[in-house]
């Protein structure tokens, strides 16, 4: 029998005490195998970490009230599920040109609370402090249910609507996926500390009210029931997320001064990383909404030139400054989202959406909003191609684009300081020629060239015959996308049918 | 009598999402589980290999020894996504804390003799640390796992690991009176008490094991296999002589756990086994190694809760352990 001696007496733990006993004191110093063998990734990338002790706790929360608090959430939410789809409820929304919203938030969006579950999971086992580990854990975990209830929530639209049948295959595939893609497969390939920098501060703390929120905010105006109920049912573990960013981020900051330059790189890349991703985001507020919340200019101001004003100001006194190129940023507010969507529209035959041209009613909010540029440069080239449709004449561009190599955006973007102008950059590495949107991506592709030079870029690999064929049609098959349903424009469409079939039957009483 | 609401029918394009139809076979309505575990992992289009794997993909098959044709024949019969798992652990969890709240009512846990309240200390709040380490292993099959199918779960009983070390902790704070004391002295036990060293040793070694197969049979089956049946109902049951009976409903949570959980457990190492010969015979290697290193590992603790009793006992757990692992094609 053991030999132990009578405890002594001690006072009560106090509750961060105690939270400390049922969390990293459950973590040891390992001796049968050495540390460095047992976490071996948590020094190449040059982090430096005195004390992992100092870390501080964002949120504490045990296994018992977790469980309790998220599995009282998701009773509720599977509640509205169910009732939404007993009662038809994709009815309601304000028009079928908002599922087109959706389709690009299962397909683009969801996939990637996967992909931060894996992520997660794997700083959740690597980072030596057992504090920060269990944070990433109930993060890995989060988000899982954030794609488990996405899919859970879509299921009835994909049950009336094309093009939310396959979104894990097209993520994979389809050659404006490859943009949210690669963004979260360049986060999880590279070391647990720039995946938390690139995932829960730029991404989750600085910019997810750019993201998640306009999707979730879209939802709420243009009445979807399912997918505004999961936003409200997720807002809680997205808090705690944010929390985990700030932290994570100053905790690095605080250790070492060392890790300043490493982590404003880490800033610098993934706030420019982020702004591109959103910019499918920006034409799905201006463009896809029926009913709009905000044009992507106010959205801009509002959470990234007033909220990243003030969190940049405080990140001052680690001598963190504001992002690389957050200026070029503001300059492209005004133009981002007619420049995206002019793509899309240009590609319609190749995507898994619909696209439309506004409607003079929308043109007219459009010019409200955007009074310096939209007139002067949008509105002209959009009544042209009405014009051309209406002629049955309508634009396709017949040519694959080149794309980004960084970003894979096509390139379709224009000068900073002249709208009129496409922006083209390029590098030279290894014998070959790369070719960029912008100086942003071109800096991120010559910081880590080794990486950048493997981007399965969707054009390329047509042209290499790895996509099913030479022709669009093999081309999208091997997308899975169903040539003449789900690609094209919203007029004329299935969806518009059906739409109004729907709600010619909601007005009349069966004879 | 039924009554029947009219509501308007619109009729579905399709009953569910694609990939989920070639999966089942055909359109047709499909289960949660189904529609939320399949094909969530990329296989396949990755744009750069990790700077932390540069020799493998992001998610690389080739990570185990175990070749399987289609990773989603690794299905969880308890059929939990995030949803029925939250609310199943809830569930369990409102039990347990209503035995909390009896225990904590009373002060103490009340009628246990002070020679087995210490046999207690050293037997059961070490192995908080044990359920971290599971939870690290559990958590390491999350990260390099492959398929969605097996990645889902292991999150799942990633999460049960940290939840059980913090039950197994809240009994030792109920044990010092909130000071804390039991727990570090657990660990100075677990750090440095000879009894508890093969065990840390073989946890140890699993952190470092680059076949993340061969973890899940190492940890889920062998040595949790051997290790709760004999703690929480072999240590339990020598306990009752001593008052030891109040304890119990606060260890019921693991009890029940462990035979939920080795449900999935077994089907994920059986549907392995069946897919092929290689597959059966690298699962019986390891579970044959393991179930040695097990045996050595838990004896000493054992002999030091039970005394002479000890061997016997830990030999009635390793033929129920070997019976179970031939039940599920394992030739042990």
Same mark, same amino acid.
């Given at each position: 029998m053991n030999a132990m001696p009578p405890l002594p007496k001690q006072r009560k733990l106090s509750l961060k005490e105690r939270y400390a006993h049922l969390t990293r004191g459950l973590g040891w110093e390992t001796t049968y195998q050495p540390m460095d063998k047992v976490f071996p990734y948590v020094s190449y990338e040059g982090i430096k970490i005195h004390d992992w002790d100092a870390w501080e706790d964002p949120f504490r929360l045990t296994m018992d009230a977790y469980w309790k608090y998220q599995a009282e959430k998701e009773r509720k939410l599977y509640a509205v599920i169910e009732s939404f789809a007993q009662n038809n409820g994709h009815l309601n929304i304000t028009d079928a040109r908002y599922v087109n919203a959706l389709k690009l938030f299962l397909t683009g969006v969801s996939p990637l609370e996967y992909s931060a579950h894996r992520g997660y999971a794997h700083v959740g086992r690597h980072f030596v402090g057992a504090g920060p580990r269990i944070a990433c854990q109930m993060q890995a975990i989060d988000e899982l249910r954030h794609a488990q209830t996405q899919i859970h929530t879509m299921s009835h639209y994909n049950k009336f609507f094309d093009g939310l049948h396959d979104p894990?295959?097209?993520?994979?595939?389809?050659?404006?996926?490859?943009?949210?893609?690669?963004?979260?497969?360049?986060?999880?390939?590279?070391?647990?500390?720039?995946? $938390?920098?690139? /995932?829960? &501060?730029?991404? %989750?703390?600085?910019?997810? +009210?750019?993201?998640?929120?306009?999707?979730?905010?879209?939802?709420?105006?243009?009445?979807?029931?399912?997918?505004?109920?999961?936003?409200?049912?997720?807002?809680?573990?997205?808090?705690?997320?944010?929390?985990?960013? $700030?932290?994570? /981020?100053? &905790?690095?900051? %605080?250790?070492?001064?060392? +890790?300043?330059?490493?982590?404003?790189?880490?800033?610098?890349?993934?706030?420019?990383?982020?702004?591109?991703?959103?910019?499918?985001?920006s034409m799905m507020m201006d463009y896809m909404l029926p009913k709009r919340i905000m044009s992507w200019a106010e959205a801009w101001e509002m959470y990234f030139e007033q909220a990243g004003d003030a969190l940049f100001e405080d990140l001052s006194r680690y001598g963190i400054r504001k992002p690389k190129y957050h200026e070029v940023a503001s300059k492209e507010k005004h133009r981002l989202s007619h420049e995206v969507w002019s793509i899309f529209y240009n590609y319609t035959h190749a995507a898994a959406f619909h696209t439309w041209m506004p409607t003079e009613e929308e043109m007219t909010w459009l010019s409200a909003k955007y009074p310096d540029t939209f007139d002067k440069y949008y509105r002209p080239r959009f009544e042209c191609w009405t014009e051309m449709q209406a002629e049955g004449k309508r634009f396709y561009n017949p040519t694959l684009p080149q794309l980004c190599v960084t970003c894979q955006i096509p390139m379709g973007f224009t000068e900073p300081d002249d709208p009129t102008t496409i922006c083209f950059r390029s590098a030279d590495y290894k014998g070959e020629r790369y070719h960029f949107c912008s100086d942003g991506c071109k800096d991120i592709f010559q910081n880590e060239p080794e990486k950048y030079i493997q981007s399965w870029l969707p054009v390329h690999q047509i042209y290499q015959g790895?996509?099913?064929?030479?022709?669009?049609?093999?081309?999208?098959?091997?997308?899975?996308?169903?040539?003449?349903?789900?690609?094209?424009?919203?007029e004329g469409s299935p969806d518009q049918k059906l739409w109004e079939e729907w709600q010619a039957q909601k007005a009349t009483n069966p004879v | 009598m039924t009554i029947e609401i009219k509501t308007a029918t619109i009729q579905p394009r399709r009953q569910t999402y694609a990939n989920?139809?070639?999966?089942?076979?055909?359109?047709?309505?499909?289960?949660?589980?189904?529609?939320?575990?399949?094909?969530?992992?990329?296989?396949?289009?990755?744009?750069?290999?990790?700077?932390?794997?540069?020799?493998?993909?992001?998610?690389?098959?080739?990570?185990?020894?175990?070749?399987l044709e289609d990773w989603h024949v690794l299905r969880d019969p308890r059929q939990f996504y995030y949803g029925t798992y939250t609310i199943t652990r809830s569930r369990m969890m409102e039990a347990t804390e209503k035995a909390f709240a009896y225990a904590e009512r009373r002060g103490h846990v009340a009628g246990i003799s002070p020679e087995w309240l210490q046999s207690v200390h050293h037997y059961l709040l070490p192995l908080r640390h044990y359920?971290?380490?599971?939870?690290?292993?559990?958590?390491?099959?999350?990260?390099?796992?492959?398929?969605?199918?097996?990645?889902?779960?292991?999150?799942?009983?990633?999460?049960?690991?940290?939840?059980?070390?913090?039950?197994?902790?809240?009994?030792?704070?109920?044990?010092?009176?909130?000071?804390?004391?039991s727990l570090s002295a657990a660990k100075q036990t677990w750090l440095d008490h000879a009894s508890w060293q093969g065990l840390r040793h073989a946890m140890e070694d699993l952190f470092v094991a680059p076949d993340w197969f061969e973890v899940f049979v190492a940890q889920n089956l062998v040595l949790d296999g051997l290790l709760y049946p004999l703690v929480y109902r072999g240590f339990d049951e020598a306990g009752l002589a001593h008052g030891g009976a109040s304890l119990s409903p606060l260890t019921e949570?693991?009890?029940?756990?462990?035979?939920?959980?080795?449900?999935?457990?077994?089907?994920?190492?059986?549907?392995?086994?069946?897919?092929?010969?290689?597959?059966?015979?690298?699962?019986?290697?390891?579970?044959?190694?393991?179930?040695?290193?097990?045996?050595?590992?838990?004896?000493?603790?054992?002999?030091?809760?039970?005394?002479?009793?000890?061997?016997?006992?830990?030999?009635?757990?390793?033929?129920?352990?070997?019976?179970?692992?031939?039940?599920?094609?394992?030739?042990?």
């Open positions: 894990r295959h097209m993520h994979d595939r389809v050659w404006y996926l490859s943009v949210p893609k690669s963004f979260f497969e360049d986060a999880c390939s590279a070391g647990p500390f720039e995946f $938390l920098t690139a /995932i829960s &501060f730029s991404f %989750e703390y600085v910019l997810t +009210n750019l993201l998640f929120v306009p999707f979730m905010s879209g939802a709420a105006y243009n009445g979807d029931m399912a997918t505004v109920t999961f936003g409200f049912s997720a807002q809680s573990d997205e808090a705690r997320h944010m929390t985990l960013g $700030l932290e994570i /981020i100053k &905790f690095m900051l %605080e250790q070492d001064e060392a +890790n300043v330059p490493i982590i404003q790189k880490w800033i610098d890349k993934w706030f420019w990383r982020g702004y591109r991703l959103l910019g499918l985001v790895n996509c099913g064929g030479a022709e669009v049609k093999d081309v999208l098959a091997w997308y899975h996308l169903n040539f003449g349903t789900d690609n094209f424009d919203y | 989920v139809a070639r999966r089942i076979g055909a359109d047709k309505p499909a289960s949660r589980y189904d529609e939320s575990m399949f094909d969530l992992q990329a296989t396949g289009e990755f744009h750069y290999r990790p700077t932390w794997a540069p020799e493998l993909e992001l998610f690389d098959a080739r990570r185990t020894a175990i070749v359920e971290w380490g599971a939870n690290m292993n559990n958590c390491n099959i999350t990260d390099i796992g492959f398929g969605s199918a097996i990645t889902e779960a292991a999150m799942f009983a990633t999460m049960d690991r940290l939840g059980i070390a913090q039950v197994i902790s809240r009994i030792g704070l109920l044990m010092d009176g909130g000071t804390g004391a949570f693991m009890l029940d756990w462990f035979d939920e959980t080795s449900r999935w457990v077994d089907a994920v190492i059986g549907a392995a086994a069946r897919e092929s010969a290689a597959n059966a015979s690298h699962l019986s290697g390891w579970a044959a190694q393991w179930s040695a290193r097990a045996r050595d590992a838990l004896l000493p603790i054992a002999t030091d809760v039970l005394g002479p009793q000890a061997e016997a006992a830990i030999d009635t757990h390793m033929a129920d352990l070997a019976a179970r692992c031939r039940k599920i094609g394992l030739a042990v």
